[in-house]
Nanobody, 118 residues
Framework: QVQLVESGGGLVQSGGSLRLSCAAT????????MMWYRQAPGKEREFVGS????????AYSDSVKGRFTISRDNALNTVYLQMNSLNADDTAMYYC???????????WGQGTQVTVSS
């Protein structure tokens, strides 16, 4: 069974840092790119960033570029989102996602809440 489980969210002060984790099971993790998204209350879910299957390349939305870094450990089947210089606009539920060729839908985790206090 394919499953993604996020962790590491919490309450942090503006300017602080958090590292989110997403543990994957049920598929060959090292073969697939991974993505992070977020959804703030009352807003649509938005793309945060992605990382290639090898970890050799990544991409970020303009809103987080230079502050967030995605990495992965293929031995641990885990992808990370390091978030620095957090501000109130980063408050959201954060999700990881994978697109698998045999699945009719993208696979999402349950999300982890990040709240930044000003």
């Amino acid at each position: 069974q394919v499953q993604l489980v996020e962790s590491g969210g919490g309450l942090v002060q503006s300017g602080g840092s958090l590292r989110l984790s997403c543990a994957a099971t049920g598929f060959t993790f090292r073969s697939y790119a991974m993505m992070w998204y977020r959804q703030a209350p009352g807003k649509e879910r938005e793309f945060v960033g992605s990382i290639s299957s090898s970890g050799g390349s990544s991409a970020y939305s303009d809103s987080v570029k230079g502050r967030f870094t995605i990495s992965r450990d293929n031995a641990l089947n885990t992808v990370y989102l390091q978030m620095n210089s957090l501000n109130a606009d980063d408050t959201a539920m954060y999700y990881c996602k994978v697109r698998l060729p045999w699945s009719p839908h993208d696979v999402w985790g349950q999300g982890t809440q990040v709240t930044v206090s000003s």
